[in-house]
């Protein structure tokens, strides 16, 4: 149930913003985390039990496949629950590294706290709903948290490799809650940039980047029949946004690292 995973945000800014904001606190930094993460942790429980029907129904799982034609979003969920977990992590870590912790040892935690909250408890949580634990949704939070431990205490391996979101909110479609699960609208991809490749630095190729992604349309309907649901695999070659715009706004340009904005790129894909 990826939207579950959206709130968490909201409540790590909040905290970030609280306890980071007067550097000369009595917080060491491990009360720091332990507070947090009982925060996090009370936040999803009480959001849990008051909105998404924690303890409705008995314990029970749910196999909601993986990329297959019969499944609910195409597949497109599951990137969405291993995105999430990767950027709480690369989120976490930078915050548990700011409040003393090495660099290792905030990557650590920082993958602990998303697989240990985001993925655990939600999961266990959606058991006791009417979603259902489902295995697909936590291998994926999984391999997220790893993957967000790993590119954050590599740096060469984060300046080559990017995992990012688009959200095309001009894109029409029907039936559309909110953003967060709005996959009709989303694109999920892998970019591999230039920049962080020896034999492209001081040229023009450094600005360039090779995209991997994966989409679904059509899913967004109970009635809509099943072979006219599409599953899209594409290539693409973009601009670097971040290393464009470095100049300009210095850090902040790193945003463009996790978001990928559209018609910014030439895309050559394939349907399933």
Known sequence: MTYSKRLLFTIIFFLHTSLCANEADSFSKTEKMTLTNVAIASGILTWGFTQWGYGEEAYHLDDEGWFEKSTSNGGSDKLGHFYTNYLLTRTMAPIYEGWGYSKKEAGFYGSLTSIMLSGILIEIGDGYSEHGFSQQDFIADAFGAVSGYLWYINPSLANKVDFRVEYNPFLKTDNVTDFT????????????????????????????????????????????????????????????????????????????NYIQMPHTYIEKGRIY
């Open 181 to 256: 699960t709005d996959y009709e609208r989303m694109k999920h991809l892998l970019a591999i940039k230039a920049e962080g490749f020896e034999l492209f630095k001081d040229t023009p190729m450094e600005y360039l980047e090779l995209h991997v992604g994966y989409y679904s349309r059509n899913f967004n309907h109970d009635t809509m029949p099943v072979e006219e649901r599409e599953r899209h695999l594409y290539l693409g070659i973009g601009v670097n946004l971040s290393k464009l715009f470095r100049p300009a706004v210095g850090k902040y340009s790193t945003l463009f």
